[in-house]
Structures are given as structure tokens and as C-alpha cells.
């Protein structure tokens, strides 16, 4: 609720109209953010900052890139928008924390060191595979799906466009988010490799595809709503296999607790 609340502040009118359709997609931001913080080994400032960055990039500014590149935004209804998401992740991240951050003590996972080389080649075969998985996955919905060709028409971006956003933009950003969540939780490689995805699925395509806006018409949203919920799943999964790190040793730290204190009766 006060996510809606907020939204409309901001001027966005709407939020009241599909008051239930935002809920449901809040509860999904609000449940990956939430295990996120309590398996993250991190507390304080820097997990706001690591949930502020996971939300606004995945959430707000990969999304809106690339709704600007295919003119379903325009220019000020994309930087609109950017700020919104900022303002709404800057707001909301350390809510978050506040609400789901319940340890005292934390557990330092030390990661083994890699060389250059190694991280080198591990991006650079993420960053292609990504723009792979982008492709196919397009190239999918439009064979399924075609009335979305009728959506696109005149709107597809040139290839250069399409291609470099996704190499040297959405694809970093993905990976940089990827890396910031296998440093920073405390669970084993494989609930790392399923909340990347997931993350990446539901805050980075389902969950904002839920409530009904006047840029998708509902087809254009469900159809997307597969086609990314499946690819980013997939893609966060190959992520985390590919660029995990052997962890060398657990340091108990504490920090204060940052959760609202519980009361004995």
C-alpha cells in the first residue's frame, strides 16, 4: 500500500485504478528483495545500497532502456519515468531492510581470488551469451506470438541500436547485479543461482509487466511476460554457474540490528 501511495505522489493516477494488479506486483518485488536481505552477508548503508542498486537497475532502468530503444516511450516519458524508478528505490531499499534485516550476526564470506584472465573471458562469454539468449528468445515470442509484429511495427530499432544496447548496456548491467548478489549472499551456490534468476524474471520483467499501463496493451504484456520471465531465469541461472567464486573461509561479524525490535511479554 504504501508503494501505491507513493507511486501516486509522484503523479502516477493510475496506481488506484489497478490498486490489486499492483499489489500482486509488489508482493513479488517485495518477497525476492525481502530473502535477498535476510541471506545477504552484508548490513547497514552497504545493504541499502546493494538492494537500492538491485532494484532501481533491474527494476526500473534495464526495463526502461529498453522500452525506449523500441519507441514504446518517448525520450521524456523514459527519463520520467528513470527518475520515478529512483526515487522509488532510493525510498523504498532501506524500508526494505529495515522491515526484513532481523540478524546481529552476520557471517564475511571470503572468496577466492581470481586472475584477470579468468574474470576476462567469464564477462565476456556472459555478455555474449546474453545478447544469444536475447535474440532466440525474440525470435521465439515472434514465431508464437506474432500479433506482437502488429505492436512493433515501426518501432523496431536499428540493428546496431538493438545490439549494442544489449552488449554494452543491459548486458553489463545484468552481469554487474549478478556478481553484487554471489559476493554478497551467504547461501549455497545453487539458492544463489534460482534467486538471481528469479530476480532477474520477476524484477526484471514479470513483476512490471503485472499492472496494466497505457504504453503495452495486455497481449503485449503477457507476451513479454513469458518471454522474459523464461530467458532472464535461464540467464541468471548460466550467470551465477559462470561467474561464482570458491568461498575460502566465513568470519563472524556483528553489526546492530537494523529491524524494528521485537518486545517479550
Known amino acids: 500500500m504504501l508503494y501505491m501511495l507513493f507511486n501516486m505522489l509522484l503523479g502516477q493516477t493510475s496506481a488506484i485504478d489497478n490498486?490489486?494488479?499492483?499489489?500482486?506486483?509488489?508482493?513479488?518485488?517485495?518477497?525476492?528483495?525481502?530473502?535477498?536481505?535476510?541471506?545477504?552477508?552484508?548490513?547497514?548503508?552497504?545493504?541499502?545500497?546493494?538492494?537500492?542498486?538491485?532494484?532501481?537497475?533491474?527494476?526500473?532502468?534495464?526495463?526502461?532502456?529498453?522500452?525506449?530503444?523500441?519507441?514504446?516511450?518517448?525520450?521524456?516519458?523514459?527519463?520520467?519515468?528513470?527518475?520515478?524508478?529512483?526515487?522509488?528505490?532510493?525510498?523504498?531499499?532501506?524500508?526494505?531492510?529495515?522491515?526484513?534485516?532481523?540478524?546481529?550476526?552476520?557471517?564475511?564470506?571470503?572468496?577466492?581470488?581470481r586472475s584477470f584472465i579468468g574474470w576476462f573471458w567469464r564477462i565476456l562469454v556472459a555478455d555474449i551469451l546474453y545478447l544469444l539468449l536475447y535474440i532466440i528468445a525474440g525470435l521465439v515470442l515472434t514465431i508464437v506470438y506474432p500479433q506482437l509484429l502488429q505492436f512493433y511495427e515501426g518501432k523496431i530499432p536499428p540493428f546496431d541500436v538493438l545490439i549494442n544496447t544489449q552488449l554494452f548496456i543491459r548486458g553489463f548491467i545484468f552481469i554487474s547485479i549478478a556478481l553484487l548478489m554471489l559476493q554478497t549472499l551467504n547461501i549455497s551456490v545453487v539458492k544463489k543461482a534460482i534467486l538471481i534468476g528469479l530476480t532477474f524474471a520477476i524484477l526484471g520483467g514479470i513483476a512490471p509487466l503485472i499492472p496494466p499501463n497505457d504504453l503495452m496493451p495486455a497481449y503485449v504484456r503477457l507476451g513479454h511476460g513469458f518471454e522474459v520471465g523464461i530467458s532472464n531465469f535461464i540467464y541468471g541461472i548460466l550467470l551465477a554457474i559462470l561467474l561464482r567464486s570458491k568461498s575460502i573461509q566465513k568470519i563472524e561479524i556483528h553489526s546492530e540490528l537494523i529491524s524494528a525490535p521485537s518486545s517479550n511479554v
Open 19 to 113: 490498486l490489486l494488479w499492483g499489489v500482486l506486483s509488489n508482493y513479488l518485488v517485495a518477497f525476492l528483495l525481502g530473502y535477498y536481505i535476510m541471506s545477504s552477508s552484508l548490513g547497514g548503508i552497504r545493504l541499502s545500497i546493494s538492494v537500492f542498486l538491485i532494484y532501481f537497475l533491474i527494476g526500473h532502468f534495464n526495463i526502461l532502456i529498453e522500452a525506449y530503444i523500441f519507441n514504446v516511450s518517448s525520450r521524456q516519458e523514459t527519463a520520467l519515468e528513470i527518475i520515478r524508478g529512483f526515487l522509488i528505490s532510493v525510498t523504498f531499499a532501506p524500508l526494505y531492510v529495515y522491515i526484513f534485516r532481523t540478524k546481529i550476526v552476520q557471517e564475511a564470506v571470503i572468496f577466492s581470488k
